[in-house]
């Protein structure tokens, strides 16, 4: 049940598009098509963005989106907005029939 | 408008016990998988533990299996979690949310201090 690898921080200015990595092994993000997205700002829950690696639930911008290669999982995030400035956390269906989330990254804004 | 109300948290001794109850409306609860996740203030989100839909299965995070014990009753449309040995590091804001993996519903958290 080891975390998933996300960067700590990335930046960007508005209008930019970034991505953020999620990095796992074969047991969990290589192994399944069960990777989620969440967005969540300071003292509220989290949201989720993208779910079963692509999938967007309704109401979210289609300006997030995700994909995998291997074992990484990536979110794009185009036409930066100050918004989207918030924490982001990837999570993974694994091989122990359990969940495991990255330990998140901080989106800035600049 | 789906909606989960988490209560029970608050300040425990270590080794002490706690019941979380989440309250859920809004949705059909029984056809659910649901989930406990938590988040230490300033740190990141952690899996605790998943229950299916008629509470035949159940899985937790190593740190916290044979100490804490997750169940359900549909015919309330509530989630429970025991919390049994507290420890210091199980100090954390528990979120109950919707679903196995991909949470599309989460309340607002209640807080756990564990803490002499």
């Known amino acids: 049940q080891s975390a998933l690898t996300q960067p700590a921080s990335v930046s960007g200015s508005p209008g930019q598009s970034i991505t953020i990595s999620c990095t796992g092994t074969s047991s969990d993000v290589g192994g399944y098509n069960y990777v989620s997205w969440y967005q969540q700002h300071p003292g509220k829950a989290p949201k989720l963005m993208i779910y079963?690696?692509?999938n967007r639930p309704s109401g979210v911008s289609n300006r997030f989106s995700g994909s995998k290669s291997v074992n990484t999982a990536s979110l794009t995030i185009s036409g930066l907005q100050a918004e989207d400035e918030a924490d982001y956390y990837c999570n993974s269906y694994s091989s122990s029939s359990t969940p495991v989330f990255g330990g998140g990254t901080k989106l800035t804004v600049l | 408008e789906v909606q989960l109300v988490e209560s029970g948290g608050g300040l425990v001794q270590p080794g002490g016990s706690l019941r979380l109850s989440c309250a859920a409306s809004g949705f059909t609860f029984s056809r659910s998988w649901m989930s406990w996740v938590r988040q230490t203030p300033g740190k990141g989100l952690e899996w605790v533990a998943n229950?299916?839909?008629?509470?035949?299965?159940?899985y937790y995070v190593d740190s916290v299996k044979g100490r804490f014990t997750i169940s359900r009753d549909n015919a309330k449309n509530s989630l429970y979690l025991q919390m049994n040995s507290l420890r210091a590091e199980d100090t954390a804001v528990y979120y109950c949310a919707e679903g196995r993996v991909a949470h599309d519903y989460w309340g607002q958290g209640t807080l756990v201090t564990v803490s002499s």
């Open positions: 229950i299916e839909q008629d509470g035949s299965e159940e």
């Open positions: 079963d690696v692509s």
